[in-house]
């Protein structure tokens, strides 16, 4: 089975600021990789993905991240954080299984607050 | 607008009765999963269907079971709710495009608070 480790529930920071939220995940197989946002009371919006290809992968609202497959690290970033990216961010990994994609392991998440 | 409804979108039942949640997909995709996310967890893989079938499933009792139907709409149902099935649960439909790549979309969710 896999599993998904987001090392830090909470990520404080000021406007403007750069920001981090980080990610490892085990597996044993090739994989994909997924960051979602969670605005409160609402389902999951797709910030980025990771199929194949460039490690370094762009996303919606400036975000992007780096898949690092020695240390199975896909590390969200952004190099100045707004207001409006306070949110919950979920990290997430999954198989392709043929012409299915499996299922989906989530992070616990990590709450972003953006302070003016 | 990723094309994915669920409804209702909040539902209060009581302990010991059933429930039916609905999702309507994109035409096309042909994989539907569910998710169960509690209050300020991430979400759990309850169960996929591809092409009608139950194609995979997490951990969670037999009382939790699902349909898909062919216009690309599905359903979750639980029995005998208990106050611990309390959650948002989350449709996700995704399809295999032509050259080979994935898409999964999630819907906004139904709110189930158990009483």
């Known amino acids: 089975a896999q599993s998904v480790t987001q090392l830090d529930s909470q990520v404080p920071v000021f406007e403007e600021a750069p920001v981090e939220l980080r990610c490892n995940y085990s597996s044993s197989v090739s994989v994909y990789l997924f960051w979602y946002v969670q605005y409160p009371n609402q389902g999951l919006q797709l910030l980025l993905k990771y199929l194949s290809g460039s490690t370094l992968v762009k996303g919606i609202n400036g975000f992007e991240a780096e898949f690092n497959k020695s240390q199975t690290s896909f590390h969200l970033r952004k190099p100045s954080v707004h207001i409006s990216d306070t949110a919950e961010y979920f990290c997430?990994?999954?198989?392709?299984?043929?012409?299915?994609?499996?299922?989906?392991?989530f992070g616990r998440g990590t709450q972003l607050t953006v302070w003016p | 607008e990723t094309g994915v409804t669920q409804s209702p979108t909040h539902l209060i039942k009581t302990r010991g009765q059933q429930v039916t949640l609905r999702c309507s997909s994109q035409s096309g995709h042909n994989t539907v999963s569910w998710y169960q996310q509690a209050l300020g967890q991430g979400p759990q893989f309850i169960f996929q269907?591809?092409?009608?079938?139950?194609?995979g499933r997490g951990n969670f009792p037999p009382r939790f079971s699902g349909l898909q139907f062919p216009n690309y709409s599905s359903e979750l149902n639980v029995n005998a709710l208990e106050l611990d099935d309390s959650a948002l649960y989350l449709c996700?439909?995704?399809?295999?495009?032509?050259?080979?790549?994935?898409?999964?979309?999630f819907g906004p969710g139904t709110r189930l608070t158990v009483l």
């Open positions: 996700a439909s995704s399809i295999q495009r032509t050259s080979g790549r994935y898409e999964q979309f």
């Open positions: 269907y591809y092409r009608e079938e139950e194609n």
């Open positions: 997430a990994v999954s198989e392709g299984r043929g012409s299915t994609l499996g299922r989906l392991y």
